[in-house]
């Protein structure tokens, strides 16, 4: 697999590529930042964030489904080798860190792809 890779600023870069695993890992970031409906060309795309995640009242065995299949139906991800959701009820904060496992043989974590945001989010 072969991605265009993302420059300082979280944009696409021109004529910067990057391949196998460090294209799966900015392929499983792209995923869980595409909001349904977003993706103009096909509103079906993307992660249903504001239709079944950000509801009320929160459904946190639900929402880890969603996060874990989004990953794992990700072109290049081979297995999920761990996966825990941790929800705060009085911020209503669910942190999610995972191991995956690509194609490649390599392994990643959340950190790998919080590490692809330049915004710190």
């Known amino acids: 697999m072969i991605r ?3 420059d300082e600023n979280g944009d696409y870069a021109i004529n910067k590529f990057i391949e196998q695993s460090a294209a799966t890992i900015q392929a499983v970031t792209t995923r869980l930042r595409l909001f349904r409906g977003e993706y103009f060309l096909d509103l079906s795309k993307g992660v249903p964030w504001y239709q079944e995640v950000f ?5 946190q065995s639900e929402v880890e489904r969603i996060i874990r ?6 072109e290049g991800v081979q297995e999920l080798l ?6 705060n009820g009085n911020t209503r904060k669910l942190t999610v860190s995972f191991t995956a496992k690509t194609i490649y043989g390599d392994e990643f974590t959340e950190a790998d792809i919080e590490g692809l945001n330049p915004l710190g989010a």
């Open 69 to 74: 299949n989004t990953i794992l139906q990700t």
């Open 55 to 59: 509801i009320k009242p929160s459904r």
């Open 82 to 87: 761990a996966f825990d959701g941790d929800f």
């Open 4 to 6: 265009r890779a993302f």
